[in-house]
């Protein structure tokens, strides 16, 4: 449910004590947390700060007005970067040019609401066949943390950089990329973890809205690709673009595919299986946090965070609210099952069977379009069982879904994007083409040319200069 670029080992780096004028780890929170513990927790910050553009909470590009008379699809707000700030604010490659914008996308009850987003273009229209329009790539991101400053388009390599972004830009696609509602904007509800269903209309609101500022260069076919949240994004698009009542998402243009990689469908299976795993080791998991957080201010009558976090990862919840991905995993990764909750009732609340529903949008669904899965066997974030037991309740449910899905043998939650790089750009070029697409599932387990092949994740940092 995350981006694996920005785990790392955290104990040795330096330190920084406050976030603006609030000291990251209080009183509260440094009761249960030891002198090595606000070392760890403010040396996480410090590198995690280091990588975002700025502060959201100044930025006037990140400035919310009132959308309530605005209409899902409307631009809000449009802002081409400079390219002398490519390299500074950000660590964009040569070749590209960045734009982000705010637009209108929509609540779970179809009211207006604020997102972010940013843009992706290559250096030349290598086009699709139809007067040199681009074509258009949606990439969905995978879990950056809860708040305001985790939005990729607040991050200085846009989050997962080389990953995906960058290589499908220089590939020649126009990539439009949402933060999500609520991250990067301020809505009252708050960043909507795990919530694909509005997810996906993110998703379509934002090519909607792109076209307006970028005109006729945007062809009218389009892919979603996303990892791990945005993996289910991905997915969770494809079946709401078949849904009816969905004309106003469809004015993004046709859907011509999805590809779904190691996709986080279900947190309230994924939750349990984590636990199982960890045993009495730890849990290395502040994403059910980040689920139960945002299940609590969705549901606040009837999901109480005190009923359910133990009394020292409940401590830490002001670290989490003000930081992302890498320094929540310093906050609460080192508790184990039975320290970081006193149960796991909310996960079969009422109100989460609800949110499911009509938040993530768990079904199974018919599909719009062809669908790519991607899915790592070594993967203990969103485990290959999971994955295909939505695969095959798809497949079982709708047989005619056209679904494929691509396993890779000794491949973690985010080495599998490296591994499967050629298979889905090669896929995404074939549904811009129109390579028909049998119906059916299908499933294929890749084998590797040697038994040499890297394991481990390897990170990048840019490094600018004239060489």
């Known amino acids: 449910m995350y981006s694996p670029g920005l785990l790392f080992a955290i104990a040795c780096l330096p330190l920084l004590g406050v976030v603006g004028q609030k000291t990251l780890c209080d009183t509260e929170c440094q009761k249960g947390c030891d002198a090595a513990c606000q070392a760890a927790i403010r040396g996480a910050y410090e590198a995690e700060s280091r990588s975002w553009v700025g502060d959201v909470l100044t930025d006037p590009f990140f400035v919310t007005t009132n959308t309530s008379s605005a209409t899902p699809g409307d631009l809000i707000r ?13 660590t964009i490659p040569a070749s590209l040019s960045l734009s ?18 940013w843009v992706l273009l290559p250096f030349t229209a290598t086009g699709d066949g139809c007067g040199k329009k681009l074509r258009t790539v949606v990439w969905t991101h995978g879990t950056a943390g809860r708040s ?51 997810h996906a209309a993110d998703a379509a609101y934002s090519v909607v809205a792109a076209k307006k500022a970028l005109g006729t260069l945007l062809g009218e076919k389009w892919v979603v690709f996303g990892h791990s949240e945005g993996g289910m994004s991905a997915w969770r698009t494809n079946e709401r673009m078949a849904m009816a009542n969905q004309e106003a998402l469809k004015q993004a243009g046709e859907l011509v595919g999805s590809v779904a990689a190691a996709p986080a469908l279900r947190p309230q299976k994924l939750i349990p299986d984590s636990m199982k795993r960890a045993g009495n080791g730890p849990a290395n998991d502040p994403f059910s946090v980040y689920f139960l957080q945002s299940l609590s201010k969705l549901y606040p009558d009837q999901i109480k965070i005190s009923d359910y976090l133990g009394d020292l990862p409940l401590q830490r919840l002001g670290v989490l609210d003000q930081s992302c991905i890498i320094t929540g995993s310093a906050a609460v990764g080192n508790f184990t099952p039975t320290q970081l909750y006193k149960n796991l009732g909310w996960l079969t609340h009422p109100a989460t069977d609800d ?11 018919p599909l719009a379009a062809p669908m790519l899965v991607i899915q790592g066997m070594a993967d203990t974030t969103t485990p290959a069982n999971l994955t295909m037991a939505d695969f095959d309740l798809t497949c079982s449910t709708y047989p005619e879904s056209r679904v494929h899905a691509r396993l890779y043998p000794e491949m973690a939650h985010g080495q ?41 994740g390897v990170f990048w940092t840019a490094s600018v200069g004239q060489f």
């Open 100 to 117: 982000r914008f705010m637009y209108v996308t929509e609540d779970v009850d179809r009211k207006p609401i604020p997102a972010s987003a």
């Open 148 to 198: 305001r400053q985790c939005a990729p388009t607040n991050n200085r390599g846009l989050y997962y950089d080389w990953q995906a972004p960058f290589v499908l830009a220089e590939m020649g696609y126009a990539v439009i990329a949402p933060d999500y509602s609520g991250q990067g904007s301020d809505i009252p509800q708050g960043f909507m973890y795990e919530a694909g269903f509005l």
């Open 78 to 90: 449009w802002q081409d970067i400079p390219s002398s700030q490519l390299a500074n604010n950000w």
């Open 416 to 456: 599998v994007l490296e591994a499967a790089k050629g298979d889905i750009l090669a896929w995404i070029a074939e549904r811009f083409e129109g390579t028909p697409v049998s119906q059916g599932c299908s499933k294929e387990n890749v084998q590797p040319l040697t038994d040499r092949y890297g394991r481990d």
């Open 355 to 365: 949110w499911a529903v009509r938040y993530n949008g768990q079904g199974p669904h």
